[in-house]
């Protein structure tokens, strides 16, 4: 069976700091992946998806960025955060064909909180 | 273009009374439309899909939903609410014209009162 697995789980970082998420699947080949952001008492932002190595594309521009050097991993990461960063961060796949009839499947999620 | 929208933001019910968290949706394509649950602090999980099969889909913890064309609705149910339903859903719309695009409504807070 297919298994998402992110980290870390909770961090809590100083403005200006970099960041690094981390995210693979195990059990499937060749997933879409995706990180969404789910700031407080709001729905979900799509941020990043992949459809394969390399290929990044960017649903909202800011001063984040994701990269895909591995088949199955997804790192969302930021040079200097901001306030406005902090939020629910998850990562999500889907099966690589037929995309949009994909589901979407979740992993437990990221709480960044920046002070 | 499509879009999803959940009718009621907030939704309270007695432990033991039915549930209905109302999802409309608008789509050029035929759809395949979802629904998640969102446990505080964790990822969204997956309650149910249609995707252009049985109008009628049951999903897990005893969840169901109706994809009704007409009315452009998709309304999640449940007989019996539990306490452990308590939780953020989320209906999710995904067209099947390959254009990368999948929308999550806002979310339907579920409270249950004991």
Known sequence: SQTIHQWPATLVQPVGSPLSLECTVEGTSNPNLYWYRQAAGRGLQLLFYS????????EVPQNLS????????????????????S????????????????????????????? | AQSV??????VSVSEGTPVL????????????LFWYVQ????????????????????????????????????????PSA???????YFCVVSEGAGGFKTIF?????LFVKA
Not at chain 2, 82 to 88: F, L, P, R
């Open chain 1, 51 to 58: 459809v394969g190595i390399g290929q990044i594309s960017s």
């Open chain 1, 66 to 85: 994701a990269s895909r050097p591995q088949d199955r991993q997804f790192i969302l990461s930021s040079k200097k955060l901001l306030l406005s960063d």
């Open chain 1, 87 to 115: 939020g629910f961060y998850l990562c999500a796949w889907s099966v690589g064909t037929a995309w949009a009839r994909g589901t979407i499947y979740f992993g437990e999620g990221s709480w960044l909180t920046v002070v």
């Open chain 2, 5 to 10: 929208t959940q009718l009621d933001s907030h």
């Open chain 2, 21 to 32: 968290l109302r999802c409309n949706y608008s789509s050029s394509y035929s759809p395949s």
């Open chain 2, 39 to 78: 446990h505080p602090n964790k990822g969204l999980q997956l309650l149910l899909k249609y995707t252009s099969a049985a109008t009628l889909v049951k999903g897990i913890n005893g969840f169901e939903a109706e994809f009704k064309k007409s009315e452009t609705s998709f309304h999640l149910t449940k």
């Open chain 2, 82 to 88: 539990h306490m452990s339903d308590a939780a953020e």
């Open chain 2, 105 to 109: 409504g806002a979310g339907t807070r």
